[in-house]
């Protein structure tokens, strides 16, 4: 049957399933948003490109489905390379459709025309420019099976004007299959049972999990290797709600902002299995002192994550799932494990935790940010939210006194680090998740990244929550030039800022502001359970710092702690252990 | 830190080429020569690069390459039997002097007069990287006016 390009392409998304599309118009699109004009795909409408990647980025990652967005040729493509590059780092997997001017006007340096596929060539895992109409439907299908198969990532078509307005042949085609690429699912059975022997050998394991465990959804086999062998978890940013954030074997987020105990026991243990994590330099710190007296057991999906960093005593390539069931099964067969060096170490563990645990000191009078973000988590605890967060402290922040229970409730910006992905991905996971509450957790920098989405909020009355901790600083940035350049606050200082209540509300959206500790439990009631939109501006303590601290290429010994929570010291400085 | 010679089969596609070369700058890894043209299926390419580094970098790179979509097959063949080739295209100053000198180094290493001009002549060998570098070296002292090298080809023994 002949059809018009643009019909070929919505129809073939429609066929993979996409319900939901974020996106912005544009010349060389416009065959296409005329198809969709009546069709069933709901397209949200967002007001600004980046934002839009972000948002099928947080539809993906709340949902485990395909997030699609689309924007025009020129700077519509160039505005989308930020998400893109966004979903590449976190391993999210995103369909990006760019329009590109008419394929003889290619390389002419016709009117918005920008060459999206060479520039988005590092940022993708793979990207097309179609150039017949023919090709459509092939094309299509192999992007979405490209995102999200073995490590999922984005893919980015790019469709000139003429191709989605030529009538061609639609044939559909059944399944796809590329004879280069066989993402490798299985583990090698010699190497599962050479980590099956090492666990059930170790006196010290400790299981260090990232995102690899949400993207494969294997926090139920996780949970099962912990508790069976008694083994204590620690999670990445990334890997949050992987494991249950309230589990007794749960030792908090590891790494630079990570808990005193979850560092000192990949520092102290003899058996690390990294699950579907990539030894990144937020995790590590410096790397001879990562885990030096371990036997390294990477299980991951991409051979290049694994080696890259740290050197693994037995790499496993495999999705993590597949692989975390052929182990289990393993171990039924190996020497049952010494349960009491199992004991003792979760014991020892249990001593650094109690040492060291996770505090702030609370203030009747002014508002710290933690004492928000345990506000939060006290009074939503029971619906599961959806959380997003922004970048820097109010991510840190987030990372350390949220507890998730659940995979995908989690949606942060973790390879990439991009301030203004919260917001647009909380748009993105609420239109996934309709029934969740779904809060991004902002800090006042970063929200004025992508504030512009609260038209998008107010248009599509889509119910997300903004709390923002303001604090009228680039906090993170002010912490490291607190910390490492003698207080000299350049360029960090941002108290020239709008208020954030009346902006929420010139959007139509409601807005509150809270100064006072006693009012952040009845304006969070009110505004987290109205079924609308809403911002609170939280005017946080404005110095208060996320603590601990590994500085940046330094070892746990290293690590600037939080005072101790009993003796009260007005002073909020760091003491450092040696 | 030593030479390596990979060779990749890759599907030929719009782009491919970029997205592997691309990936060499973008993590910093170096390209000493790359070749790369259609096999006797004209859907897939070879290329043969040839590259610097450490173990290390030089598994990342083998395990890169593999990870991008189009590439069908990778092959170190520095851990392997294999032949190499490089096509040499050089311009030497030669007079009534020197021209028979000329001439003979060529017979010696193969290379054929592919033009002879008034005070220069064109050769072109082929050879290992080893028999390039002696060929060149011999003609080194007549005056090099212009050296073109195709970069290396390589192909497993007994067909891998």
Not at chain 1, 315 to 336: C, F, M, N, S, Y
Not at chain 2, 83 to 98: G, Q, T
Request: glycine residues 8%.
């Amino acid at each position: 049957m002949e059809k018009f390009g643009a019909e070929i392409l919505v129809d073939t998304l429609i066929e993979e399933g996409v319900e939901v599309m974020f996106g912005y118009p544009g010349g060389v699109l416009l065959y296409i948003f005329d198809v969709l004009y009546d069709s069933p795909i709901n397209f949200i409408l967002v007001r600004h490109e980046q934002a839009a990647a972000h948002a099928a980025e947080g539809y993906a990652r709340a949902s485990g489905k395909v997030g699609v967005c689309m924007a025009t040729s020129g700077p519509g493509a160039t505005n989308l390379t930020t998400g893109i590059a966004n979903a590449y780092m976190d391993s999210s997997p995103i369909v990006a459709i760019t329009g590109q001017v008419t394929t003889q006007l290619i390389g002419q340096d016709a009117f918005q025309e920008a060459d999206a596929v060479g520039i988005t060539r590092s940022i993708t895992k793979y990207n097309y420019l179609l150039k017949d109409a023919r090709d459509i439907h092939r094309t299509i299908k192999e992007a979405f099976y490209i995102a999200r198969t073995g490590r999922p990532g984005p893919v980015l078509v790019d469709v000139p004007k003429d191709v989605s307005s030529t009538r061609a042949e639609f044939e559909k085609i059944e399944k796809v299959g590329l004879r280069s690429y066989n993402p490798v699912l299985k583990g090698n059975p010699k190497q599962v049972r050479r980590a099956a022997e090492s666990i059930s050998r170790a006196r010290r394991p400790v299981i260090y999990g990232g995102g690899g465990i949400i993207i494969s959804g294997a926090a139920e086999e996780v949970r099962r290797l912990a508790e069976s062998q008694q083994i204590p978890v620690t999670l990445t940013l990334m890997g949050l709600g992987g494991f249950p954030g309230t589990h007794p074997y749960f030792m908090g987020m590891l790494g630079m902002h990570g808990t005193w105990s979850a560092n000192r026991a990949v520092r102290d243990c003899d058996c690390l299995i990294a699950i579907g994590a990539r030894f990144d330099d937020r995790v590590t710190g410096k790397v001879d002192e990562f885990a030096p007296h371990a036997e390294i057991i990477h299980i991951d999906i991409d051979p290049s994550s694994i080696a890259k960093n740290v050197p693994a005593h037995i790499p496993i390539v495999g999705d993590v799932k597949t692989v975390l069931h052929q182990l289990l099964k393993e171990l039924q067969t190996t020497a049952p494990f010494d349960s009491t060096h199992r004991e003792k170490w979760l014991e020892e563990i249990g001593g650094w935790e109690e040492e060291h645990p996770l505090h702030y000191h609370s203030s009747k009078n002014s508002l710290k940010p933690q004492f928000v973000i345990e506000k939060i988590y006290e009074l939503t605890r029971r619906e599961k939210p959806v959380i997003t967060t922004e970048v820097g402290q109010n991510q840190m922040w987030t990372a350390q006194f949220f507890k998730f229970d659940e995979p995908r409730t989690f949606i942060s910006s973790g390879g990439l680090g991009t301030m203004g992905f919260g917001f647009p991905a909380a748009i993105g996971a609420k239109l996934a998740k309709p029934e969740r509450l779904v809060i991004d957790i902002a800090g006042d920098g970063s929200f004025q990244m992508n504030i512009q989405e609260l038209a998008t909020v107010a248009q599509y009355k889509i119910p997300v929550k903004v709390v923002i901790l303001n604090n009228q600083y680039l906090g993170m940035v002010r912490q490291w030039q607190e910390h490492f350049y003698n207080k000299r606050y350049s360029h960090t200082c941002i108290s020239c800022q709008p208020d954030f209540k009346k902006v929420a509300e010139a959007y139509g959206v409601k807005g509150y502001r809270v100064e006072q500790p006693a009012d952040v439990g009845p304006v969070l009631k009110e505004a987290l359970f109205s079924d609308e939109p809403a911002v609170i501006d939280f005017r946080v303590e404005r110095e208060e710092n996320v603590l601990p601290i590994i500085p940046p290429g330094k070892s746990v010994y290293d690590t600037i702690l939080a005072p101790p929570p009993k003796r009260r010291q007005p002073s909020r400085k760091g003491r450092r252990m040696k | 830190m030593s030479k390596h010679t990979l060779s990749v089969l890759v599907e030929n596609r719009f782009g491919a080429l970029s997205r592997i070369s691309g990936l060499f700058s973008a993590r910093g890894y170096n390209i000493e020569s790359l070749s790369v043209a259609p096999t006797q299926d004209p859907t897939v390419s070879r290329m043969t690069i040839v590259t610097m580094g450490d173990d290390r970098v030089v598994e990342q790179i083998m395990k890169q390459l593999n990870k991008q979509v189009d590439v069908i097959k990778v092959w170190n063949l520095s851990q392997h039997d294999a032949i190499e080739r490089e096509l040499v295209l050089v311009r030497v100053a030669a007079n009534e002097k020197s021209q028979d000198q000329v001439i003979r180094i060529s017979q010696n290493f193969g290379a054929k007069v592919v033009d002879a001009g008034s005070g220069s002549m064109s050769l072109a060998m082929m050879g290992d990287e080893q028999e390039v570098e002696n060929f060149l070296n011999l003609l080194k002292p007549f005056g090099v006016k212009e050296l073109i090298r195709s970069g290396l080809v390589a192909m497993l023994k007994n067909g891998g």
